[in-house]
């Protein structure tokens, strides 16, 4: 059974820093996309950062870029989001979820929502102005 664990989460002040965790288990394939995505009160949720597990390669949405970096660490079956420079609008509920055994998308050709079948529970992030 696939599980998602993500942990990290917390209350900071504007222009400080997370780095939040997601542990998988449950699969022993190594390469898969892995996504963080976040959700706002009344908003839609939307992807943040991710990380192809086969080869490192990395893609962000525009807010994110500069601003995060999104990192793995395979002997442990953990990715990384670290966040600096906190706004206000990035307070939100941020999930890690994995386009698992869809091997086409092991590069994260595709990062919307419906591509990723497995998600965790979520860790709450909330950004102080």
């Known amino acids: 059974q696939v599980q998602l664990v993500e942990s990290g989460g917390g209350s900071v002040q504007a222009g400080g820093s997370l780095r939040l965790s997601c542990v998988a288990s449950?699969?022993?394939?190594?390469?898969?996309?892995v996504g963080w995505f976040r959700q706002a009160p009344e908003k839609e949720r939307e992807g943040v950062a991710f990380i192809s597990t086969g080869d490192g390669g990395t893609r962000f949405s525009d807010f994110a870029k500069g601003r995060f970096t999104i990192s793995q660490d395979n002997a442990k079956k953990t990715v990384y989001l670290q966040m600096n420079s906190l706004k206000p609008e990035d307070t939100a509920m941020y999930y890690c979820?994995?386009?698992?055994?869809?091997?086409?998308?092991?590069?994260?050709?595709?990062?919307?929502?419906?591509?990723?079948?497995?998600w965790g529970q979520g860790t709450q992030v909330t950004v102080a102005s």
């Open positions: 979820a994995v386009s698992h055994q869809q091997p086409w998308n092991r590069r994260c050709a595709a990062t919307g929502t419906p591509y990723f079948n497995y």
């Open positions: 449950g699969y022993t394939d190594t390469d898969n996309c």
